[in-house]
């Protein structure tokens, strides 16, 4: 089992649909989890950052961390055509000497239909 | 620069060959990772840099793999006697503080025929 495991999709939505991307880990020690976006043929850019489980909310988006089940998920609402990208999960631990290093889901292909 | 400057941005190669790959950091950024994406694969950490030194190289596949980094700026990435499982997208990220948010370059794709 890997540490991290993401639906690579494809999912296609309707411009304006509410889009759901989940991530489960099975390493209990990752504490910070991210979401990052990735255009066709550019870097990961930072989307969400989170700690502690719950939510956490920036304009469309909304990042959910639920450590008791290993579960995190980002929500966009209004989806937009520009959202079309590739969807990274992330985690790292907090503790330890390599808490540095982040563990990626393999990511989300996600289209927006005009 | 602004931001996290990677060259080539393509590479094509025959297997055999060597390669380098350069990474330009965000000025005054102290950590630089580099990460490798493959097709249908999410990112495979391969090494990171805390000033010129390298605490963690576990991520690096095989011994034909070697990185350096030199004035606490610019790494190089040297990939010797290339192979075809070797094609891949070779990220860069630096950030400002041990542990703190990673700015990405725009990759170098690698292509080993």
């Known amino acids: 089992q890997k540490e991290v495991e993401q639906d690579p999709g494809p999912l296609s939505v309707p411009e304006g649909a509410i889009v759901s991307l989940n991530c489960t880990y099975s390493n209990s020690a990752f504490q910070y989890f991210m979401w990052y976006r990735q255009y066709s043929r550019k870097g990961p850019e930072l989307l969400m950052y989170?700690?502690?489980?719950g939510n956490k909310e920036d304009g469309r988006f909304t990042a959910q961390v639920d450590k008791s089940s290993k579960y995190i998920s980002l929500f966009i609402r209004d989806s937009q055509p520009s959202d079309s990208a590739t969807y990274l999960c992330a985690m790292r631990t907090n503790s330890g000497g390599s808490n540095y290093k982040l563990t990626f889901g393999k990511g989300t292909l996600l289209t927006v239909n005009p | 620069g602004a931001g996290v400057s990677q060259s080539p941005s393509n590479k094509v190669t025959e297997k055999g060959k060597d390669v380098e790959l350069r990474c330009d950091p965000i000025?005054?950024?102290?950590?630089l990772y580099w990460y490798r994406q493959s097709l249908g694969q999410g990112l495979e950490f391969l090494i990171y840099?805390?000033?010129?030194?390298?605490?963690?190289k576990s991520g690096l596949p095989s011994d034909r793999f070697s990185a350096e980094r030199t004035g606490g700026s610019v790494s190089t990435l040297t990939i010797q006697r290339t192979q075809q499982e070797d094609s891949a997208v070779y990220l860069c990220?630096?950030?400002?503080?041990?542990?703190?948010?990673?700015?990405f370059g725009e990759g170098s794709r690698l292509t080993v025929l």
């Open positions: 000025s005054g950024h102290t950590a």
């Open positions: 840099f805390q000033g010129n030194s390298a605490p963690d």
């Open positions: 989170t700690y502690s489980s």
């Open positions: 990220a630096s950030s400002s503080i041990w542990g703190g948010e990673l700015f």
